[in-house]
């Protein structure tokens, strides 16, 4: 069965950059992806998300910091993450949706990501101080 599948993990020092990557497999198609992490002992957390039309949201916490991005032709979606803090460190994954992908609906389902029916298997990210 197809999955969508992250790379790009690892340790990183606090104020240090990191690219996460989600590959899609060919026989998968999304009107929009979105990040998402979970910290131990915290909830999942939605950090970004887009739609096909390049619409992009953050959450409050990575807003300026991080930034997503889509390949359509190379069918690979993209987490940049700048000065990343130790509050960062957590198991991230990509996500995809096939509705509610709108810009109306794009900020209020990183919060509750129920249209998000397919996941990855996640990359874990530690930020060191």
């Known amino acids: 069965q197809a999955q969508l599948m992250e790379s790009g993990g690892g340790s990183v020092e606090s104020g240090g950059s990191r690219t996460l990557s989600c590959n899609i497999p060919?026989?998968?198609?999304?009107?929009?992806m979105g990040w998402f992490r979970q910290a131990p002992g915290r909830e999942r957390e939605g950090v970004a998300a887009i739609n096909i039309y390049g619409i992009d949201v953050y959450g409050d916490s990575v807003r300026g910091r991080f930034t997503i991005s889509l390949d359509k032709r190379k069918k690979t979606l993209s987490l940049l993450m700048n000065r990343l803090r130790p509050e960062d460190t957590a198991v991230y994954y990509c996500a995809g949706a096939n509705s509610e992908c709108a810009q109306a609906y794009l900020y209020d389902r990183l919060k509750d990501p129920t249209n998000y029916l397919d996941w990855g298997r996640g990359t874990q990210v530690t930020v060191t101080a």
């Open positions: 060919e026989q998968l198609s999304f009107y929009c």
